[in-house]
């Protein structure tokens, strides 16, 4: 009885790790090396508009519809936006993270900007600058 208990505890550990790599959205097609946050932002304009693997740590997700996610690393924070709302992140999602898609850079109005600020925690710096640079995602993969 006791071995059939302590299998049952591993595996439902194990099932739970695999869970936890699986993809929200579109799993790539192929084998991926995703860069840190902090080096794409270094030089955003570098990977505009073409397709990129992103890595980092999942601070935040939309409670609302898990439509984004932000991503820091290095103290630089990148918003992951789900394509065309085609997938949900659980809200309570957090941890070493992959997503991958297309970089974009977003020109902000300033009330767009004030409401990132004060409702989603962005940082002040915003205001002074109105651009936003995020990744419209196919997929998002919480790391365990």
């Not at 519809?65 to 990148?78: D, Y």
């Not at 999602?93 to 989603?120: C, I, K």
Request: aromatic letters at 4%; charged letters at 25%; a negative charge.
């Amino acid at each position: 009885m006791k071995s059939i208990t302590l299998m049952t505890l591993v595996a439902l550990a194990l099932s739970s790790a695999v869970a936890a790599a699986d993809w929200f959205g579109q799993a790539p097609g192929e084998e991926i090396e995703a860069l840190e946050i902090e080096t794409v932002l270094a030089d955003p304009d570098q990977w505009l508009d073409q397709p990129v693997a992103l890595s980092g740590r999942m601070t935040d997700v939309c409670t609302n519809k898990g439509c984004w996610a932000v991503f820091e690393s290095g103290g630089a924070m990148l918003r992951i936006v789900a394509r065309d709302h085609g997938f949900a992140i659980p809200e309570d999602a957090r941890g070493p993270a992959v997503a991958h898609g297309v970089l974009e850079r977003r020109e902000l109005s300033r009330e767009a900007a004030e409401h990132m600020v004060t409702e989603d925690g962005a940082d002040a710096a915003l205001l002074d600058d109105p651009v936003e640079y995020r990744l419209i995602a196919d997929g998002v993969s919480v790391r365990p």
